[in-house]
C-alpha cells in the first residue's frame, strides 16, 4: 500500500469499533507504531512532536512553582524494592528483572523501575540531614517498564514516558499542600491546555497507590464514555521515609522522619487527546498543543508555482513571526484534495487554502477543524485573524468536551438504577457510597464500574445520602465509571 493510498482509505467509524478506531488513527496519522517486543510502541516524529509539547508545558509549570528536574538511574536492586513490601507487592507481577551483566549472573537481581520512590528514597537519606535541607522538591523526566499483559498504544503499554516528582517536607500539612497543589497544576493543564475537563479527588483505599498514604487523581471522560485517570498525586506519608531512614533534625533538635510525596502525568495523555477529541476523519488537536497549528496548502493550478507558491511562502513566514506553529505543504506529488484528507487526519486546527482566484480577491480561505467552518479571511488581516481563530478553536473543543462529560454525567438514588445506567447509558456516576470496602468491590464485581474519585470537602455541597449499594446513611459522594 502506497502512501497515499494509506491516507485515502477510510478508518473504521468509531461509532462501530472505538477500540479499533483508536488504533487506526494512531497508525495512520503517525503518532505511534508496534516495536518488535510485545507490548512497546514507537513513538513516531509527530507523536513526539505532540509529547515535546506535554513536557515543555507541564516543565515551565512544574520549574514555575519552585521544583527543580534531576535524573535517578534506571536499575534499581531488589533489595530496594523489598525494604517496602507494600509497595513491592503492588508492582511484583509488573516488574522487569535484569539478572545478567554481559555474562556473568549478578549477585543481586536488578529492576527496571517501575517508578521511583525506592531509588530516591535510598538518596533522600544521604541527603536530608536537617529540616535546613528541606523541603527538597523534585523532579524527573523519565521512562518507566511495567511488564503489562494488555497492552494498547499510549493508553497502557510495557515501557512508557513520564515526569515524577518525589518531594520531602517537615510536616504532614506541608506535604498535603504540596499533593493537592500539583493536583491543581495538573487539572489547569489539562484543561486548559489539552481542552480536556476533568474531575478531580481522591482515591479509595482500594484504588490508591501501593505504598501511599492517600492518592488523589484528575479523571477525564474519553468520548465512548469510559473514564481514564490522567494524572495522579499521592502523599506518601513517612512510610518510605522509615524504610529508608530518612531523617532531620527539627528546629527542637530533635530526630524526625520526613514526609513525602509523588506524583506524575505520563504519555497517555497522548492517547487521552486522541479518544476526547478525535473524530471518523481522524484526529483533532487543541491549537495549544497541537506540533501544527496551521497548515497552508496552495492550490496547484495553472502556473501556480510563479503566483499562488510566493503568496503562500510569505504567509507562512508572517505567521511563524506571530510565534504560531506553521507548515507550509508544497508537495507536487499529492493533489490539495487528498492533503486536505491527509491534514486532517492529523487534527492540525486551522488549514488555510490559497488558489488564483484568493489572489485577484486579496484573500485566503481559512478551514477549522473542530467545526468544518470556511471563512474568508483578507490577507491584509491575516496576522490578527488567525490567532483569533485558534484561540476560538481552544475555547470551542473544551465547552464541546465539558458538553459532552455533563450530558454523561449521572445521578442516581439507588443500586437498581446504577445497573440501568451502566447497561444502558455511558459516562460517570455520582452517587453516595458509605467508605466500605465490600460495597466497592460488589459494585465492581457486578457492573465493572470502579470508584474514580471521592470529591473533596471543597468541591460537594454539604449533604447528606445513603449508600448506593448498602443504603446505609453517608456523607461521602463519589464518581463511579468504567476506565481504561
Request: contains cysteine; hydrophobic residues 40%; aromatic residues 10%.
Amino acid at each position: 500500500m502506497n502512501k497515499n493510498e494509506r491516507f485515502v482509505k477510510k478508518i473504521t467509524l468509531k461509532s462501530v469499533d472505538f477500540s479499533r478506531w483508536y488504533v487506526e488513527i494512531i497508525q495512520k496519522a503517525e503518532l505511534a507504531d508496534y516495536a518488535p517486543v510485545k507490548g512497546m510502541m514507537v513513538i513516531r516524529p509527530y507523536g513526539y512532536a505532540v509529547w515535546e509539547r506535554i513536557q515543555r508545558l507541564v516543565d515551565d509549570r512544574i520549574k514555575k512553582s519552585g521544583h527543580s528536574n534531576a535524573y535517578f538511574p534506571l536499575l534499581i536492586p531488589e533489595s530496594f524494592l523489598q525494604k517496602e513490601a507494600e509497595h513491592l507487592e503492588g508492582f511484583a507481577p509488573e516488574v522487569a528483572w535484569v539478572t545478567y551483566g554481559g555474562k556473568e549472573e549478578l549477585e543481586e537481581r536488578l529492576a527496571v523501575r517501575p517508578t521511583s520512590e525506592a531509588i530516591i528514597g535510598n538518596m533522600y537519606a544521604k541527603w536530608i540531614k536537617s529540616w535546613r535541607d528541606l523541603p527538597v522538591l523534585i523532579n524527573q523526566w523519565a521512562n518507566i517498564v511495567r511488564w503489562e499483559k494488555v497492552t494498547r498504544p499510549f493508553l497502557r503499554t510495557t515501557e512508557f514516558l513520564w515526569q515524577e516528582g518525589h518531594t520531602a517536607h517537615e510536616s504532614f500539612e506541608e506535604a498535603q499542600d504540596e499533593t493537592l497543589m500539583i493536583l491543581s497544576l495538573y487539572k489547569e493543564f489539562v484543561e486548559n491546555e489539552l481542552a480536556i475537563p476533568v474531575i478531580s479527588g481522591k482515591k479509595s483505599e482500594r484504588e490508591k497507590f501501593a505504598g501511599a498514604l492517600e492518592t488523589f487523581a484528575i479523571e477525564a471522560m474519553m468520548s465512548d464514555g469510559k473514564s481514564l485517570q490522567m494524572g495522579t498525586s499521592h502523599n506518601l506519608g513517612q512510610q518510605f521515609s522509615k524504610v529508608f531512614n530518612i531523617r532531620f533534625e527539627d528546629r527542637n533538635q530533635k530526630l524526625q522522619y520526613v514526609w513525602q510525596t509523588s506524583w506524575g502525568v505520563s504519555t497517555r495523555l497522548i492517547g487521552a487527546l486522541v479518544m476526547a477529541h478525535g473524530d471518523d476523519s481522524g484526529l483533532k488537536f487543541p491549537p495549544n498543543i497541537a506540533p501544527v497549528q496551521v497548515v497552508i496548502v496552495p492550490i496547484s493550478a495553472g502556473n501556480w508555482k510563479e503566483n499562488v507558491l510566493p503568496l503562500a511562502r510569505n504567509i507562512e513566514e508572517k505567521l511563524g513571526e506571530e510565534g504560531l506553529r506553521v507548515k507550509l505543504d508544497e508537495r507536487e506529488e499529492f493533489t490539495p484534495g487528498w492533503k486536505f484528507s491527509e491534514w486532517e487526519m492529523r487534527g492540525v486546527p486551522l488549514r488555510i487554502e490559497i488558489g488564483p482566484r484568493d489572489i485577484e480577491k486579496k484573500q485566503v480561505v481559512v478551514v477549522r477543524r473542530d467545526t468544518g467552518k470556511k471563512e474568508n479571511v483578507a490577507q491584509a488581516s491575516m496576522n490578527r485573524k488567525v490567532p483569533e481563530i485558534l484561540r476560538e478553536i481552544q475555547k470551542n473543543m473544551f465547552e464541546m468536551a465539558l458538553k459532552f462529560q455533563q450530558e454523561n454525567t449521572h445521578e442516581v438514588k439507588d443500586y437498581e438504577e446504577f445497573k440501568a445506567i451502566m447497561e444502558s447509558k455511558k459516562g460517570f456516576i455520582k452517587a453516595f457510597w458509605c467508605e466500605d470496602q465490600v460495597c466497592e468491590e460488589k459494585i465492581k464485581e457486578e457492573t465493572m464500574a470502579t470508584i474514580r474519585i471521592i470529591l473533596l470537602d471543597q468541591d460537594k455541597k454539604a449533604a447528606r445520602g445513603k449508600c448506593v449499594f448498602c443504603q446505609k446513611p453517608t456523607e461521602t459522594v463519589v464518581y463511579f465509571g468504567r476506565a481504561y
